[in-house]
Protein backbone atom coordinates (compact mmCIF):
# COMPACT_ATOMS: atom_id res chain seq x y z
CA UNK A 1 0.00 0.00 0.00
CA UNK A 2 2.16 3.29 -0.91
CA UNK A 3 -0.93 5.47 0.72
CA UNK A 4 -0.11 7.60 3.95
CA UNK A 5 -0.55 5.81 6.98
CA UNK A 6 -1.12 6.50 10.71
CA UNK A 7 0.34 4.88 13.78
CA UNK A 8 -1.30 4.20 16.23
CA UNK A 9 -5.30 4.37 14.78
CA UNK A 10 -6.65 4.42 18.20
CA UNK A 11 -5.08 5.99 21.46
CA UNK A 12 -6.65 6.53 25.04
CA UNK A 13 -4.32 8.07 27.61
CA UNK A 14 -5.04 9.70 31.09
CA UNK A 15 -5.28 13.52 31.68
CA UNK A 16 -1.44 14.25 32.05
CA UNK A 17 0.38 12.20 30.08
CA UNK A 18 2.09 12.38 27.11
CA UNK A 19 1.02 10.76 23.48
CA UNK A 20 2.93 11.13 20.26
CA UNK A 21 1.68 9.86 16.80
CA UNK A 22 3.71 8.89 13.47
CA UNK A 23 2.60 9.49 10.11
CA UNK A 24 4.10 7.91 7.30
CA UNK A 25 3.60 10.12 3.81
CA UNK A 26 3.53 9.66 0.49
CA UNK A 27 7.29 8.68 -0.04
CA UNK A 28 7.70 11.51 -3.20
CA UNK A 29 5.29 13.92 -1.64
CA UNK A 30 7.56 17.03 -0.27
CA UNK A 31 4.63 18.42 1.49
CA UNK A 32 2.97 16.87 4.55
CA UNK A 33 0.33 18.28 7.11
CA UNK A 34 -1.34 17.74 10.54
CA UNK A 35 -4.96 18.42 10.75
CA UNK A 36 -7.82 17.43 14.21
CA UNK A 37 -11.01 16.25 13.48
CA UNK A 38 -13.57 16.42 16.21
CA UNK A 39 -17.12 15.00 15.61
CA UNK A 40 -19.64 17.11 13.18
CA UNK A 41 -16.76 19.59 12.49
CA UNK A 42 -14.11 19.39 9.30
CA UNK A 43 -10.73 18.97 9.81
CA UNK A 44 -8.97 21.73 11.49
CA UNK A 45 -5.78 22.90 10.27
CA UNK A 46 -2.40 22.83 12.51
CA UNK A 47 0.73 22.87 11.08
CA UNK A 48 2.64 21.76 7.77
CA UNK A 49 5.91 21.39 6.59
CA UNK A 50 7.70 21.36 3.02
CA UNK A 51 10.43 18.66 3.26
CA UNK A 52 11.38 18.98 7.32
CA UNK A 53 11.31 22.56 7.35
CA UNK A 54 7.78 23.26 9.44
CA UNK A 55 7.02 26.75 7.52
CA UNK A 56 3.54 27.21 9.43
CA UNK A 57 1.47 26.35 12.83
CA UNK A 58 -1.93 27.29 13.89
CA UNK A 59 -3.07 29.21 16.47
CA UNK A 60 -4.76 26.12 17.72
CA UNK A 61 -1.62 24.31 17.99
CA UNK A 62 -0.54 25.39 21.94
CA UNK A 63 2.87 24.86 23.06
CA UNK A 64 1.55 21.65 24.70
CA UNK A 65 1.76 20.14 21.10
CA UNK A 66 5.34 19.86 18.64
CA UNK A 67 5.78 18.42 15.42
CA UNK A 68 9.02 17.01 14.08
CA UNK A 69 9.79 15.78 10.53
CA UNK A 70 13.58 14.75 10.88
CA UNK A 71 15.11 14.28 7.01
CA UNK A 72 11.77 15.38 5.41
CA UNK A 73 10.15 11.35 5.66
CA UNK A 74 7.88 10.50 8.00
CA UNK A 75 6.49 12.91 10.89
CA UNK A 76 5.64 12.65 14.58
CA UNK A 77 3.15 15.07 16.38
CA UNK A 78 3.57 14.76 20.09
CA UNK A 79 1.14 16.57 23.46
CA UNK A 80 2.46 16.78 26.26
CA UNK A 81 -0.06 16.61 29.43
CA UNK A 82 -3.07 16.00 27.46
CA UNK A 83 -5.81 17.16 28.31
CA UNK A 84 -9.54 16.24 28.13
CA UNK A 85 -10.12 18.87 25.36
CA UNK A 86 -7.32 17.04 23.36
CA UNK A 87 -9.78 14.17 22.33
CA UNK A 88 -10.55 13.96 18.69
CA UNK A 89 -9.17 12.33 15.38
CA UNK A 90 -5.69 13.27 14.62
CA UNK A 91 -5.61 13.59 10.46
CA UNK A 92 -2.31 13.24 8.61
CA UNK A 93 -1.89 14.42 4.90
CA UNK A 94 0.41 14.44 2.14
CA UNK A 95 0.94 16.60 -1.55
CA UNK A 96 3.33 17.06 -3.98
CA UNK A 97 4.05 20.75 -4.25
CA UNK A 98 4.62 21.21 -7.70
CA UNK A 99 3.02 25.11 -8.62
CA UNK A 100 -0.56 24.99 -8.37
CA UNK A 101 -2.81 23.11 -7.02
CA UNK A 102 -2.36 20.84 -3.93
CA UNK A 103 -4.32 17.53 -3.99
CA UNK A 104 -4.08 16.27 -0.14
CA UNK A 105 -4.15 12.51 0.28
CA UNK A 106 -5.21 11.69 3.79
CA UNK A 107 -4.36 9.00 6.17
CA UNK A 108 -6.56 6.89 8.00
CA UNK A 109 -6.14 9.69 11.14
CA UNK A 110 -5.22 8.56 14.35
CA UNK A 111 -8.36 8.89 17.18
CA UNK A 112 -7.68 9.75 20.79
CA UNK A 113 -9.21 9.55 23.86
CA UNK A 114 -8.39 11.45 27.06
CA UNK A 115 -10.03 10.07 30.00
CA UNK B 1 -10.91 35.77 8.72
CA UNK B 2 -11.98 32.94 6.38
CA UNK B 3 -15.37 31.35 7.05
CA UNK B 4 -17.30 28.32 5.16
CA UNK B 5 -20.41 27.19 5.51
CA UNK B 6 -21.73 24.27 3.73
CA UNK B 7 -25.89 24.70 3.47
CA UNK B 8 -27.11 21.74 5.46
CA UNK B 9 -25.46 19.06 7.93
CA UNK B 10 -27.61 16.54 6.27
CA UNK B 11 -29.30 15.88 3.05
CA UNK B 12 -31.33 12.77 2.28
CA UNK B 13 -32.49 11.74 -1.41
CA UNK B 14 -33.97 9.03 -3.17
CA UNK B 15 -31.36 6.70 -5.79
CA UNK B 16 -31.03 7.89 -9.34
CA UNK B 17 -31.71 11.66 -8.69
CA UNK B 18 -29.50 14.60 -8.56
CA UNK B 19 -27.94 15.39 -5.02
CA UNK B 20 -26.49 19.37 -4.81
CA UNK B 21 -24.55 20.12 -1.85
CA UNK B 22 -23.63 23.53 -1.62
CA UNK B 23 -20.60 25.29 0.06
CA UNK B 24 -20.23 29.27 0.59
CA UNK B 25 -17.26 31.34 1.65
CA UNK B 26 -17.32 34.50 3.47
CA UNK B 27 -14.07 36.56 2.57
CA UNK B 28 -11.37 36.74 -0.45
CA UNK B 29 -12.01 34.15 -3.32
CA UNK B 30 -9.22 31.18 -3.20
CA UNK B 31 -7.11 30.53 -6.12
CA UNK B 32 -8.40 27.13 -5.59
CA UNK B 33 -11.68 25.34 -3.94
CA UNK B 34 -11.42 21.35 -3.19
CA UNK B 35 -14.12 18.78 -2.70
CA UNK B 36 -13.11 15.67 -0.72
CA UNK B 37 -15.46 12.79 0.04
CA UNK B 38 -14.94 11.11 3.85
CA UNK B 39 -16.69 7.64 4.87
CA UNK B 40 -17.18 7.43 9.10
CA UNK B 41 -14.14 6.41 11.05
CA UNK B 42 -11.80 7.15 7.56
CA UNK B 43 -9.79 10.20 6.45
CA UNK B 44 -11.42 12.56 3.69
CA UNK B 45 -10.85 11.73 -0.05
CA UNK B 46 -10.11 13.79 -2.20
CA UNK B 47 -12.87 14.44 -5.39
CA UNK B 48 -12.49 17.28 -7.37
CA UNK B 49 -10.48 20.78 -7.38
CA UNK B 50 -11.44 23.71 -9.07
CA UNK B 51 -9.66 27.31 -10.32
CA UNK B 52 -11.15 30.46 -9.49
CA UNK B 53 -10.90 31.08 -13.41
CA UNK B 54 -13.00 27.57 -13.82
CA UNK B 55 -16.54 27.92 -14.07
CA UNK B 56 -17.26 24.17 -14.23
CA UNK B 57 -15.70 20.83 -13.73
CA UNK B 58 -16.58 17.08 -14.39
CA UNK B 59 -15.52 14.23 -13.58
CA UNK B 60 -17.75 10.98 -14.25
CA UNK B 61 -21.31 11.57 -12.14
CA UNK B 62 -19.41 14.72 -10.25
CA UNK B 63 -20.11 17.92 -11.19
CA UNK B 64 -18.60 21.12 -9.35
CA UNK B 65 -19.54 25.00 -10.04
CA UNK B 66 -17.39 27.67 -9.36
CA UNK B 67 -19.13 31.28 -8.81
CA UNK B 68 -16.63 34.06 -7.64
CA UNK B 69 -19.14 36.21 -7.62
CA UNK B 70 -21.57 35.13 -5.48
CA UNK B 71 -18.66 33.63 -3.28
CA UNK B 72 -20.25 29.96 -3.73
CA UNK B 73 -19.22 26.21 -4.77
CA UNK B 74 -22.18 23.56 -5.74
CA UNK B 75 -21.05 20.22 -5.80
CA UNK B 76 -23.68 17.92 -7.99
CA UNK B 77 -23.96 14.11 -7.71
CA UNK B 78 -26.11 13.02 -10.54
CA UNK B 79 -27.62 9.44 -10.89
CA UNK B 80 -26.76 9.30 -7.18
CA UNK B 81 -26.51 5.18 -5.93
CA UNK B 82 -26.41 4.67 -1.90
CA UNK B 83 -22.79 3.72 -2.40
CA UNK B 84 -22.67 7.67 -2.59
CA UNK B 85 -23.68 8.20 1.22
CA UNK B 86 -21.15 9.95 2.92
CA UNK B 87 -19.82 13.36 4.19
CA UNK B 88 -18.68 15.54 1.73
CA UNK B 89 -16.28 18.09 2.94
CA UNK B 90 -15.81 21.68 1.02
CA UNK B 91 -12.50 23.05 1.23
CA UNK B 92 -10.18 26.63 0.36
CA UNK B 93 -6.60 26.36 0.22
CA UNK B 94 -5.28 29.49 2.29
CA UNK B 95 -2.37 31.56 0.51
CA UNK B 96 0.27 29.23 -1.26
CA UNK B 97 1.21 26.84 1.51
CA UNK B 98 -1.29 24.36 0.19
CA UNK B 99 -3.09 24.45 4.16
CA UNK B 100 -6.94 23.95 4.17
CA UNK B 101 -9.97 25.76 5.96
CA UNK B 102 -12.69 23.25 5.62
CA UNK B 103 -16.15 23.59 6.04
CA UNK B 104 -18.14 21.11 8.79
CA UNK B 105 -19.57 18.81 5.77
CA UNK B 106 -22.86 17.85 4.69
CA UNK B 107 -23.64 14.13 5.34
CA UNK B 108 -25.76 12.99 2.53
CA UNK B 109 -28.20 10.07 2.47
CA UNK B 110 -29.00 7.97 -0.63
CA UNK B 111 -31.84 5.95 0.00
CA UNK B 112 -32.86 2.80 -2.15
Known amino acids: DTGVSQDPRHKITKRGQNVTFRCDPI?????LYWYRQTLGQGPEFLTY????????KSRLLSDRFSAERPKGSFSTLEIQRTEQGDSAMYLC?????????????FGPGTRLTVL | SQKIEQNSEALNIQEGKTATLTCNYT??????LQWYRQDPGRGPVFLLL?????KEKRKERLKVTFDTTLKQSLFHITASQPADSATYLC???????????FGKGTKLSVKP
Open chain 1, 27 to 31: SEHNR
Open chain 1, 49 to 56: FQNEAQLE
Open chain 2, 50 to 54: IRENE
Open chain 1, 93 to 105: ASSLEAGGAHEQF
Open chain 2, 91 to 101: ALERGSQGNLI
Open chain 2, 27 to 32: NYSPAY
